[in-house]
């Protein structure tokens, strides 16, 4: 059965739906046996670029509102063709017909009829991923000199719309406008030609854990469940990862510097003690460390790990390829025995870790999850979280509780006696309280909100 | 008080804590006579806010000594011992609720919606308007993925422009906005710009959402009229949002469809106390996530929330926008950045926590002051006057000549008017000591002039608030008499001081007739005792240049009103400034402290003072 033990269940059944945002190709079966890095699913595309028709420029008349509605040919959603009418209208006393053209193969997406403008987004699927313009042919300048009249240079970036080059023309000013999105590979000089290569978006994910895939979800990826252990932090940064095991600090009250952080650790979990330094963060992702687990590290280390204040919100969509989870909170605080116990055991193991964090609406805490060697029936993880949580009250005589606040933050205990009057404490607050016997036999009085029950 | 109502049970469901109050007729008045709090129950896994309303309902009844609900049904109304005659309520929980505006023109229209979602109660996500730098793109995609409860639009005056009203509509439509609650439901926008685009908003819409089109809330740029849709986005509130949260169509049966944002409440009863006081009033209410900053100046009633600003979730973020030695410089000891980080970190992860030391509390206050200060600041720009408007008097266009502000509001908010500052939340109404709170007020609004501060004993303001809507007398008696804790009265020149000389003389006829007279030395805090009831007469002569309310110079005749800790003299100038010297700042913070006997004497070394706590 299933055990809770403070930030430990020794045993649950953890299940994860494993999916890309955009559809693609799911690479496995259900029933396969997968480890964290085996692909499960991903899509390789080319963005689609927004093109905006403006149809009094195209048609040369002014359209009121109501105007639009009747020269549309198209509504929103329709796919349309390059070329391709999208509206239409007869102007003069020998009824014209002017046409606003699509300008690329792709859906109607919006018409503002307010403007008078049309959005048609390219179809992703045909668009090229890369573009050759003829400027010189454009421009009507000689391909030698089209360097000249460019804006821009090999490696810049362009956005699709704006002026690529200009040249003297026959009426003023002559404009060469890009044709898309993207980054200029190439300027000829030889052909007059640019070359603009648009960027491509390409997602996949992994199984983050070990285990067997459950479900197939066509197109998008794969629900994967396996009966592991289950460790929860209270803080971390970076996403997922995983590695095996190394324990590289010999008690839970030791400091993790860089002189810890060696070549051969590159790509497993360290496990440290009490603190991890920024010396030790940044070495380990020079290394190619995996993750770190610690009890505890300086706030200010992290933001100048990561180069930014770490605000409320959630963690974890950093762009950092260690992961870091703090057990315990920030500043030196020793790892909880029991978890640097645990760990220790299983060194050499490959663990998952995921440092997403969000305190409110929702919590979302980091983790260490250790796969178990056999497929007992456990209690999924969700459940035996929600129960926890149900169960959280006040303590009872003989209760074992841990102290989260200072003084004496990370202490454990029990509690001897509960007060039937609140305690007054040093800042002359009265609390309630539960006088709690720590460890080392000295008795001290704690406010109720300060324990963590166990 | 109405001859029907002799009690009420009012609760406020937060985001962490519901809290039940009663309030009873007794030997002819109205008074607070029992409380309970329960945590709420809105999110997982108990999904049901009954839950945490009933109990603390029941720990209310437990202090009270007789039944209010029996078998899960509130009794109402009272029949002997048993039951109240009114049940009413107020939410702020799952989020509260969350809107979007949209306007035509960043600082007139949208501006000015955002005023009313504000005044409603709201969480104001996002504030869409033509002029805002995004593509039409962006904007669409930011509408798809707020997930607003309601959206609020406004634009255009009512001879004004139209396409450019139907194009902000259009964007809307784009976006088939969706509900975060409740997969059917059609998010209601209620219109309040030109009335003549009305029809346009509706065919442009009304596919994807329900139109709801009340009065122009801008019908010409010199008019601001934002009480007709805060009332539409309120009664949408009810209807919509509170109907689909899990639990509420209970608590809507027991307040006979009653229920107010909490903001709304706070405001009412501000509201109220600038009526009934003639004054100028400016309130806080500083949470676990946000602060709303709330003003009644001129009559003029404006809401502001900062909402990363708090003292449990968001606490590193006031560390972060205010910076850390911001925070730091209101401490009387000496403590790293480094330190400060972590205290303060460990707070967020586990925002339940007591400070049990005083160094910690200490750090608290600190923190607190800061979240204020930001909060009020960012509350100062959004209480401005009307964009585009043309001030009127001759006096007001050579100024505006001068200041080239023609075209863009300036804060209402002087604080040499201002006559009262009120705070809630938890960590004013609980601190150890009032004059701890009346410090952390004075510090974190720097009130100018003679200015009485208040805060909330029990933080039950929400709860008069939404009772004052139907019961005000009972409301407000409750609210002078129970709520409302007078701290005492400010006075605080204007000027830049000097050590030790005087900015102000002040001559003073005590509540025992005797005369008293104490000058305000620069630097330095005087304590006057003046306790709560007891008034006393002030002529006020402030030194050349210095201001204390009717211009530099001048003299001033004024009330100090007493309270919890007196009449303070602050002599530190406006603003405050800290020396440079780290020795003299935490000589000088130390002083302070000790003026107004704001904490313990012992212990207040700093860092590694003595832990546990005792009888």
């Known amino acids: ?454 | 008080m109405s001859d029907r109502i002799r009690s009420v049970l009012a609760i406020d469901v937060g985001s962490t804590t519901t809290k039940a109050i009663v309030v009873e007729e007794r030997d002819g008045a109205c008074r607070l006579v029992a409380r309970g709090e329960a945590p709420t129950t809105v999110e997982a896994p108990q999904e049901d806010v009954m839950i945490g309303v009933r109990l603390a309902a029941a720990r209310a009844e437990a202090r009270l000594g007789r039944r209010l609900v029996r078998e899960g049904r509130l009794i109402t109304p009272q029949v002997g011992d048993e039951g109240v005659d009114l049940f009413v309520c107020t939410s702020s929980a799952g989020g509260g609720l969350q809107m979007t505006v949209a306007g035509l023109v960043k600082t007139m229209t949208a501006e000015s919606a955002e005023r009313a979602a504000l005044g409603a109660g709201a969480v104001v996500m996002d504030v869409i308007s033509l002029d805002d730098a995004r593509m039409v793109l962006e904007r669409i995609r930011r509408l798809q993925e707020l997930r607003p409860d309601m959206i609020l639009m406004a634009g255009g005056t009512d001879d004004g422009n139209i396409s450019h009203v139907a194009a902000v509509a259009e964007y809307i439509a784009a976006s088939r906005p969706r509900p975060r609650l409740g997969g059917d439901y059609r998010v209601p926008l209620v219109y309040a710009g030109n009335q003549r685009a009305r029809e346009y908003v509706r065919d442009a819409v009304g596919d994807v959402m329900d139109v709801y089109v009340v009065p122009n809330i801008r019908p010409t740029l010199e008019e601001e009229d934002l009480e007709p849709a805060r009332r539409e986005i309120h009664r949408l509130f009810l209807e919509h949002v509170m109907a689909r949260a899990p639990g509420y169509r209970n608590l809507l049966e027991w307040a006979k469809n009653v229920i107010e944002p909490t903001p709304m409440a706070v405001g009412k009863m501000m509201q109220m106390m600038a009526e009934a006081h003639q004054a100028n009033v400016v309130g806080v209410d500083i949470g676990g996530a946000t602060t709303d900053v709330f003003s009644v100046i001129d009559g003029r009633f404006h809401r502001s929330v900062s909402a990363n600003l708090g003292m449990s979730y968001s606490t590193v973020n006031v560390l972060a926008e205010a910076g850390p030695e911001n925070v730091a410089r209101w401490l009387p000891f000496r403590i790293s950045v480094r330190d400060l980080r972590n205290l303060v970190a460990n707070k967020m992860v586990r925002p339940t926590t007591l400070p049990a030391t005083l160094e910690e509390l200490l750090i608290e206050h600190a923190v607190a002051r800061e979240a204020i200060r930001l909060s009020y600041e960012h509350h100062k720009e959004i209480a401005v006057t009307l964009k585009g408007v043309q001030h009127v008097g001759t006096f007001d266009k050579l100024r505006d000549l001068f200041r080239q502000e023609t075209l863009s509001g300036r804060s209402i908010i002087e604080p040499l008017t201002v006559n009262a500052v009120i705070g809630s939340g938890g960590v004013l109404s609980h601190a150890p000591r009032r004059s701890q709170a009346m410090l952390l007020l004075m510090d974190a609004f720097q009130p100018e002039g003679v200015t009485g501060l208040y805060v909330d004993s029990v933080f039950m303001m929400p709860h008069l608030g939404v009772l004052a809507e139907l019961e005000p007398e009972m409301a407000f008696q409750v609210f002078e008499t129970d709520c409302l804790v007078p701290l005492g009265t400010c006075v605080a020149p204007k000027a830049r001081p000097r050590p030790g000389r005087p900015l102000a003389t002040v001559h003073m006829v005590m509540p025992d007739g005797s005369r008293r007279t104490e000058k305000v030395l620069g630097g330095e805090m005087t304590v006057i005792p003046l306790g709560p009831g007891e008034k006393a007469h002030l002529h006020i002569v402030p030194v050349r240049g210095a201001d204390v309310g009717a211009g530099p110079g001048r003299r001033v005749e004024s009330e100090a009103v007493g309270g919890a800790v007196g009449l303070v003299l602050d002599g530190r100038g406006r603003p405050i400034v800290f020396p440079e010297r780290e020795d003299e700042r935490l000589a000088m913070v130390a002083r302070w402290l000790e003026s107004l006997e704001a904490y313990p004497e012992t212990e207040r070394a700093g860092p590694g003072g003595a832990g546990g706590g005792g009888r």
């Open chain 1, 1 to 454: 059965m299933s055990r809770a033990e403070g930030q430990i269940f020794e045993r649950v059944r953890i299940s994860r739906k494993r999916v890309i945002p955009l559809p693609g190709e799911v690479v496995v079966e259900a029933g396969d046996r997968v480890c964290p890095s085996d692909l499960i699913a991903r899509a390789e595309t080319v963005p689609g670029d927004p093109y905006i028709v403006d149809l009094q420029n195209e048609l040369g008349v002014r359209l009121t509102p109501e105007q639009v509605s009747k020269v549309m040919l198209k509504r929103v959603g329709d796919r349309v063709l390059g070329q391709e009418p999208l509206a239409r209208t007869e102007v003069g006393p020998f009824r014209e017909v002017r046409e606003a053209r699509s300008p690329v193969d792709g859906v109607v997406e919006f018409i503002s009829h307010a403007y008078a403008r049309v959005l048609v987004r390219e179809d992703a699927q045909k668009a090229a991923p890369v573009v050759i313009l003829n400027v010189a042919r454009k421009l009507d300048v000689a391909p030698a000199l089209i360097r000249a009249y460019m804006r821009y240079r090999e490696g810049d970036e362009v956005r699709q719309g704006t002026i690529l080059a200009d040249a003297p023309g026959g009426l003023g000013v002559e404009y060469c406008y890009a044709p898309a999105t993207g980054v200029i590979e190439r300027i000829c000089t030889r052909t007059g030609t640019v070359t603009i290569v648009r960027p491509s978006k390409s997602a996949q994910v992994d199984a983050y854990i070990e285990g067997t895939v459950k479900e197939i979800y066509p197109e998008k990826g794969a629900l994967v469940e396996t009966t592991a252990a289950y460790v929860q932090g209270v803080f971390g940064l970076g996403f997922e990862n995983h590695g095996p095991l190394r324990v590289v600090a010999r008690d839970p009250s030791e400091t993790l510097d860089a002189e810890d952080i060696t070549p051969d650790l590159a790509g497993a979990v360290v496990v440290g003690g009490a603190r991890v330094t920024l010396e030790a963060m940044r070495k380990a992702l020079h290394e190619g460390v995996a993750g770190i687990v610690s009890g505890g590290a300086d706030m200010e280390d992290l933001v100048s790990l990561l180069g930014r204040d770490i605000v409320v919100g959630i963690t974890g969509q950093e762009e950092l390829d260690l992961t870091i989870v703090l057990t315990e909170g920030f500043g030196s605080m020793p790892m909880a025995e029991d978890v640097f116990e645990f760990l220790r055991a299983a060194e050499g193991r490959t663990v998952s870790v995921n440092g997403s964090t969000q305190v409110r609406a929702g919590v979302v805490r980091p983790e260490i999850i250790l796969p178990l060697d056999d497929d007992e029936p456990a209690d999924p993880l969700e459940d035996l979280l929600a129960r926890r949580e149900a169960e959280k009250g006040e303590p009872t005589v003989g209760a074992k509780v841990r102290i989260v606040r200072n003084p004496k933050f990370g202490r454990w205990g029990t509690v001897v006696s509960m007060p039937s009057e609140p305690v007054r404490f040093e800042t002359e607050a009265l609390l309630p309280a539960a006088e709690v016997e720590l460890d080392d036999g000295s008795r001290v009085f704690v406010p109720l909100a300060n324990l963590e029950v166990f």
